[in-house]
């Protein structure tokens, strides 16, 4: 039995219908929902802008916002994530008391985070990580403020956090 050559155009259907369909499969980007995206945006600035009024806003998450110019708050250099984690993680009583001291006073109007929790993990990536920032950060931030809004874009979810009036579970 002989090999039967197929005619170039056949040979190049065959190969090319199937990259067409795996090669989108394979993308590692994200696929974004613009139009969500753009009113989770909007959703950001209309809530940081309203709370604003009444006091300074801490964005600890997506500072990019008030860098860019894209909300009209002034920018509290203080407690970013990553400082905060930092200060967290090596143990610096003065910065963290100094934190505390903020929350109980109510010095923000709003706090601009991700979701906060109290979960400690017995394992896992990031598992020292996630209990430093749920020991030192979280119990604190919980107990004098609480989550009033959610922010769902495609690829991020935020939370307004706005002063309690009557503190929570403190630690």
């Not at 203080?78 to 200060?87: A, K, P, R």
């Not at 107990?143 to 956090?161: G, P, V």
Request: proline content about 7%; aromatic content about 10%; overall charge negative.
């Amino acid at each position: 039995s002989r090999l039967q050559i197929r005619p170039i155009p056949v040979l190049l259907v065959a190969v090319v219908i199937p990259l067409w369909f795996l090669i989108p499969a394979l993308s590692p980007y994200p696929v974004y929902n613009e139009s969500r995206d753009q009113a989770a945006h909007q959703q950001l600035v209309q809530a940081v802008e309203e709370a604003g009024k009444t006091g300074p806003v801490l964005f600890m998450n997506d500072r990019q916002a008030v860098a860019l110019g894209e909300v009209h708050v002034p920018l509290v250099y203080d407690y970013e994530v990553v400082t905060l984690m930092e200060m967290a993680m090596s143990g610096n009583r003065a910065y963290l008391n100094k934190f505390y001291s903020d929350l109980a006073n109510h010095r923000f109007a709003a706090i601009v985070a991700t979701r906060q929790n109290l979960a400690i993990k017995q394992e896992g990536v990031f598992a020292e990580e996630n209990n430093v920032w749920n020991t030192y950060v979280s119990p604190y931030i919980l107990c004098y403020y609480e989550s009033t809004q959610t922010i769902e874009a495609s690829a991020s979810r935020l939370e307004i956090y706005t002063p309690r009036t009557q503190p929570g579970t403190c630690p």
